[in-house]
């Protein structure tokens, strides 16, 4: 691996030093993996307030190419929670490879972007906005996925080693049964995957507002991570096996179609055709590739098209008809009217907006 002479994990511990238990679990990281993810990152971290510690990671070169940018507490020892953003990254493989052993539990909830986990029995679940998901297990070898530029998520998560009879306890008493956790940690329990209920997902959005407000404290963070685990208890997450999973061949068939779809915007293409080259029903098709990418497979390349044209009509000086060409639509008349649906203005008027 190619070493960046520009990062110290020194200096990363310093600026992190007004988060000790976030420094002390940067410690016991392996220095290969922070040089990894961080590289020369541009690294800066300030307390919002008494409560809540901003850090934001600024990578142009590495793995990251835009930033990180994450809102951290702790309202009680042990119970840790996260809001932030992953831009610009694309993959993070085998993130759980050498990393600190610990017992822990997070609550993961997706609010904006993908992401795909690759579980324990070899299957890929994915996650999408107002998804959540259960991590309780001793699986260490976690690939994630990230599609896009931006994903966006809020955290809750247990260090289950770390309380004691007094705490689980108290915890209990409140509705947080931590020997739950423990039990599924024991039993090495795979990921818990879900839709939340309308309900469930105001609770998470309210704590998401609150980790970013300049005036909170410790026991309203509490209370709000309080009310979520509640409510997660009570119902409010409804899973569905043929919703949020593919098998390695269907992740395979629709990662193909996929890339051949994006790699040539110019050329048409069935979901007819393609289903027919894979020996699956155009139906099936859909449905594994909705599972993976959030929608049909003809929706998906109408939305990555005009994204693309987006993009072209900002950063070239492209005539507009070749850039209706250069995405699919020999009909400039067909693509204006499809791009302005989506967008709101005229492919003209987005160029004057954007120049």
């Given at each position: ?6 990062f ?13 238990w ?6 016991c990281v392996p ?9 020369a990152a541009g690294i800066s ?6 409560t809540v510690i901003?850090?934001?990671f600024?990578n ?5 190419e ?5 809102y951290?507490?702790?309202p009680y020892?042990?119970?840790?929670v996260?809001?932030g953003?992953?831009t610009g ?6 993130i759980g ?12 909830y ?9 579980t324990?029995?070899?299957m890929y679940?994915?996650?999408e906005p107002?998804v959540l998901?259960l991590?309780?297990?001793?699986h260490k070898?976690k690939n994630?996925n990230?599609?896009g ?7 809750i998560g247990f260090?289950?080693?770390?309380f004691?009879?007094?705490q689980?306890?108290?915890l ?5 049964d931590?020997?739950?956790?423990k039990e599924?940690y024991?039993?090495?329990?795979d990921?818990y995957i879900?839709n939340v209920?309308?309900l469930?997902?105001?609770s998470?959005?309210e704590l ?6 300049d ?6 963070i ?11 208890k009570t ?9 949020f999973?593919l098998?390695?061949?269907?992740r395979k ?5 996929h890339d ?6 110019d050329i048409g ?5 393609l ?8 139906i099936s098709l859909n449905?594994?590739f909705s599972?993976m990418y959030?929608?049909t ?5 109408q939305s ?7 993009k072209l009509l900002?950063d070239t000086?492209?005539?507009i008809a070749?850039?209706?060409?250069d995405v699919?639509y ?5 693509f204006a009217?499809?791009?302005k649906?989506?967008?709101?203005m005229s492919?003209?008027?987005?160029r004057?907006?954007k120049k």
């Amino acid at each position: 691996m190619k070493h960046n002479n520009d990062f110290k994990i020194e200096e990363l511990l310093e600026q992190l030093s007004a988060v000790p238990w976030i420094k002390d679990y940067i410690e016991c990281v392996p220095p290969e993996f922070l040089e990894m993810i961080f590289g020369a990152a541009g690294i800066s971290v300030r307390a919002i307030n008494s409560t809540v510690i901003e850090a934001e990671f600024k990578n142009p070169g590495g793995v990251a190419e835009k930033s990180w940018k994450y809102y951290v507490s702790e309202p009680y020892p042990g119970i840790r929670v996260m809001s932030g953003n992953i831009t610009g990254l694309v993959k993070l493989i085998g993130i759980g490879k050498k990393m600190p052993e610990g017992e822990t539990s997070v609550i993961h909830y997706c609010v904006k972007g993908r992401c795909e986990i690759l579980t324990k029995d070899g299957m890929y679940a994915f996650m999408e906005p107002s998804v959540l998901c259960l991590e309780s297990h001793k699986h260490k070898e976690k690939n994630f996925n990230f599609f896009g530029e931006d994903y966006e998520g809020v955290e809750i998560g247990f260090d289950l080693d770390k309380f004691d009879e007094e705490q689980i306890k108290y915890l209990q008493s409140l509705g947080v049964d931590i020997m739950e956790l423990k039990e599924r940690y024991e039993r090495d329990a795979d990921y818990y995957i879900g839709n939340v209920t309308e309900l469930l997902k105001a609770s998470i959005m309210e704590l998401d507002g609150l980790m970013k407000s300049d005036s909170v404290d410790n026991l309203t963070i509490f209370l709000s991570a309080l009310r979520i685990i509640n409510q997660i208890k009570t119902g409010n997450v409804q899973t569905d096996t043929n919703k949020f999973y593919l098998t390695k061949g269907q992740r395979k068939i629709v990662s193909e179609v996929h890339d051949q779809l994006v790699s040539s915007l110019d050329i048409g293409v069935t979901v007819e055709a393609l289903a027919k080259k894979y020996g699956i029903s155009p139906i099936s098709l859909n449905k594994y590739f909705s599972i993976m990418y959030g929608d049909t497979v003809h929706k998906y390349l109408q939305s990555y098209r005009m994204d693309h044209a987006a993009k072209l009509l900002s950063d070239t000086d492209k005539s507009i008809a070749d850039i209706a060409l250069d995405v699919g639509y020999e009909n400039q008349g067909k693509f204006a009217t499809l791009f302005k649906r989506i967008y709101g203005m005229s492919p003209l008027e987005y160029r004057r907006c954007k120049k």
